[in-house]
């Protein structure tokens, strides 16, 4: 959002700046006084290009800015006042400018989710006050700060991930240690350059960074230990010793903190562990050394132990946390050469500037012509401060790991934007975010991050009407499809939370996306062949491996699929137009909608086959058009039935993966089958019995352990096995309709922003179905028992509801 305000700050930087496709780093310091016995107050604004982690007195303050585009440049505004003492105080910076040079489909081996200019800058306006107001120093960015450049890092060419850019390695007797305390000695620092004024003052030319404040709250960072040594090793002379390890207890986790602290690596040598951190997790590897001139560190971060990978890439994981003969830990190291400086009151210290996603972490030490000291090895733990609200328990202990394992999954994938996967990319993806935001708002009832998410897909917008896939991200991409699930997500905010000033603010771009399919449509009614320059992916299936999740049929003409999820947006929008006053847009939408889905019924379906075809000239079949015709409305009533039993009888159907079965779970529950979806679950049961803490992202590729989208039980438990959803937008009326299926007893709840939505049904041994709910006063609540009786209450504080013998 625009912003109006003066800025007394200028952004600052070195003038000498290297290439474009080099990593920029520069040191940057301010020195003042705090009178003594004077209360002092300072807030800052602080941002930078392109990412920045803020000191004051040595002691780490505030990281970012969030991540934005151009156009929603962010700032953080951070009360220092508390951590001020009487005397010299010292802000300092440590920012790093990514690469402005995009090499093909890299972002020249940063982080492709930040945004960047062509030249890196950084801001801070501030000023140090006293308790009325009056200003003891102004701390703002410009020619009075002191700035260094770094030369001691490099950074590796990305490999091993995609996006989240290349491993470092550091020269740690090139560091200036020390540089963020106030005892540092800058003296001969040169003075920063001013770069940039923040806006133009006289003639609305725009910067660079058109800034904007913070629209969610700072990601958390907390001090963890790894949980166990699984192995260790010794390198003397050339011969290795290995020993094998991997107790998971009390005990393992203080022994491994103690092992990791104090260990001892003597000269000639090289000494090795492979952490497990316990869980998937994302943080900041942090290493304390002491003495040990010129040894080499190197750090690996890994997901799992797996075997090497087959012939033609495939890779071969099986149990994450087994490290039997030939499986080893694969992924980019961090590398690091001490200066030997440090010691038991002053260890040397390292920290990578970006956090990791991790399970395992390989930490590897060779010492030199000295012994070296390992002091301590952790991370600190960084991601979204996702407040869990909701809860779940049922009589199957079998689906208990799959709500706790769904909850660390969305978790590890939430930081400035969701995340498709916090290890190889760390991008926002339109599909993937839709299903973490509903996620989201079950579990927690917080919509900040999600608000966040559809503005950033809504500036995505590219001039033809369709929105970019991933952003913010400096590599753009288009997957066709996707545009219709940020549709999804405006649908879905206005269900959950009633926003209507939300939905207007994004009535222009519905339509605009809804318009390019439009201008689409061919003679036979359909969308018909879309640009090869798109990716036209739908689902990661086995069957369509050679087009990378793309059905063979996109290449010959309309797209089944595509154009029944069109049919599905544009009811949705109608919806969305009709709540908002815009009752003749909703009236043409639906008319819309209606003729596509004809359109499907005439060419599309084969009654020979009772089912409908990836497209109309091709004979092939899968689950993904059935599922959508069901939600399209393109089939209803017996129908759809029919046509979603037709489809489970078929197994040879390529299936919907774990990426695209919500869409199928949504398909089972409209059609009342959603007791066909029980066998679903082993789905999840399988990767718990793999040893696995986050979800994979698919089977096909056997790529990411930890993907968002894979989190459905935090949706299924409470919306279907539990029954609670918004009957009406923003829980205006509330609905409770269990799905009991195999199980015997139930009981969770869901956050509004109302207050909870508590609901526990049990099933007697004489088959009767007992339902208690509880609900936020003055909310009237529609009841469905599994039995089809139901109940209209005008509240529900503690009601009691029962049925005859459950079909179940």
Not at 764 to 773: A, E, K, N, P, Y
Request: glycine fraction near 8%; charge should be negative.
């Amino acid at each position: 959002m625009e912003e109006n305000r003066a800025w007394q700050a200028k952004w600052i930087w070195l003038g000498d700046c290297p290439e474009a496709d080099k990593h920029d780093i520069v040191y940057f310091r301010k020195t003042f006084c705090v009178p003594a016995h004077t209360t002092c107050r300072l807030i800052v604004d602080v941002s930078a290009d392109s990412r920045y982690r803020l000191y004051l007195n040595g002691a780490s303050v505030a990281a970012g800015p969030c991540k934005g585009d151009s156009s929603t440049y962010y700032y953080e505004t951070i009360d220092l006042s508390a951590l001020l003492r009487p005397g010299e105080n010292v802000l300092a910076c440590k920012a790093v400018h990514f690469p402005y040079v995009m090499h093909g489909k890299s972002a020249a081996g940063s982080p492709a989710s930040v945004w960047r200019s062509e030249r890196g800058a950084f801001l801070l306006n501030g000023e140090l006050a006293d308790a009325d107001g009056g200003v003891i120093e102004r701390l703002h960015s410009g020619p009075s700060w002191r700035a260094l450049r770094d030369r001691a890092a490099s950074y590796q060419r990305e490999t091993f991930t995609l996006f989240v850019g290349g491993a470092e390695t550091v020269e740690g007797a090139l560091v200036p240690h020390g540089w963020e305390r106030p005892d540092y000695d800058d003296r001969d620092w040169p003075l920063a350059c001013e770069v940039s004024d923040t806006h133009d003052r006289t003639w609305g030319a725009l910067m660079p960074w058109q800034l904007t404040a913070r629209t969610i709250p700072a990601l958390y960072e907390t001090e963890r230990e790894y949980v166990r040594v699984m192995r260790s090793g010794r390198i003397k002379d050339g011969a290795e010793t290995v020993r094998y390890e991997a107790r998971e207890d009390a005990a393992a986790r203080a022994a491994a903190a103690s092992r990791l602290s104090g260990h001892l690596v003597p000269a000639g040598e090289t000494h090795w562990f492979e952490l497990d951190a316990g869980a998937l997790t994302t943080g900041y590897l942090q290493l304390r050394l002491a003495g040990g001139n010129s040894a080499r560190i190197r750090m690996l971060c890994s997901e799992c132990y797996e075997y090497p990978p087959e012939p033609g890439g495939r890779r071969v994981k099986g149990i994450r946390d087994e490290w039997r003969a030939g499986k080893a830990l694969y992924g980019p190291a961090d590398e690091y050469t001490a200066a030997g400086i440090g010691s038991a009151a002053r260890p040397e210290r390292y920290e990578p500037f970006w956090f990791r996603g991790l399970r395992f972490v390989r930490l590897e030490m060779t010492a030199l012509n000295e012994p070296l000291a390992l002091l301590g090895f952790n991370y600190r733990e960084t991601g979204y401060p996702l407040e869990v609200k909701g809860r779940f328990a049922c009589s199957d202990a079998t689906l208990t790991p799959l709500w706790d394992i769904s909850l660390n999954t969305l978790a590890r994938c939430m930081h400035e934007t969701y995340e498709d996967t916090p290890y190889y990319e760390q991008m926002q993806y339109t599909m993937d975010t839709r299903l973490q935001t509903l996620y989201t708002y079950m579990t927690s009832g917080d919509d900040r991050l999600a608000a966040k998410a559809i503005y950033e897909f809504h500036s995505s917008l590219l001039p033809s009407g369709l929105l970019q896939a991933r952003y913010p991200s400096v590599v753009p991409q288009v997957i066709t499809g996707f545009s219709f699930f940020w549709i999804l997500m405006v649908y879905d905010h206005y269900m959950f939370f009633g926003d209507a000033a939300l939905v207007k603010r994004y009535r222009p771009t519905i339509d605009a996306v809804l318009a390019w399919f439009d201008r689409r449509l061919g003679a036979d009614g359909l969308v018909g062949l879309l640009p090869e320059g798109y990716w036209q992916m739908i689902d990661w299936v086995e069957e369509w491996k050679e087009l990378y999740g793309a059905p063979p049929a996109s290449r010959t003409g309309p797209l089944t699929v595509i154009n029944l999820m069109y049919a599905d947006a544009l009811h949705k929008a109608a919806a969305l137009n009709a709540w908002t006053g815009r009752d003749d847009v909703a009236a043409e939408y639906r008319e819309r909608a209606a003729r596509v889905n004809a359109a499907v019924r005439a060419a599309c379906f084969s009654a020979e086959r009772g089912l409908f075809r990836d497209g109309p000239q091709a004979e092939q079949y899968s689950q993904h058009p059935q599922i959508w015709a069901v939600l399209s409305g393109a089939v209803g009533g017996e129908e759809a039935v029919r046509l979603m039993a037709r489809m489970l009888a078929e197994p040879e159907l390529p299936r919907a993966s774990i990426a695209y079965v919500h869409f199928l779970f949504r398909a089972l529950a409209k059609t009342g089958l959603y007791d066909r979806a029980a066998p679903l679950w082993d789905i999840w049961r399988e990767q718990v019995g793999l040893g696995l803490t986050s979800w994979v992202e698919d089977p096909v590729w056997q790529r990411s352990d930890c993907h968002g989208w894979g989190a459905s039980p935090l949706y299924e438990f409470p919306a279907e096995l539990l029954g609670i959803a918004p009957a009406e937008p923003g829980y205006a009326r509330i609905a409770v309709a269990p799905r009991p299926g195999p199980l015997r007893w139930a009981s969770g709840a869901v956050p509004t922003r109302a207050g909870p939505i508590e609901v526990d049904w049990r099933i007697d041994d004489d088959g009767t179905f007992r339902l208690r709910i509880d609900a936020p006063p003055g909310i009237p609540v529609s009841v469905t028992l599994p039995d089809g009786t139901t109940a209209e209450l005008p509240q529900a504080d503690g009601a009691e509801l029962t049925c005859g013998a459950s079909p179940n």
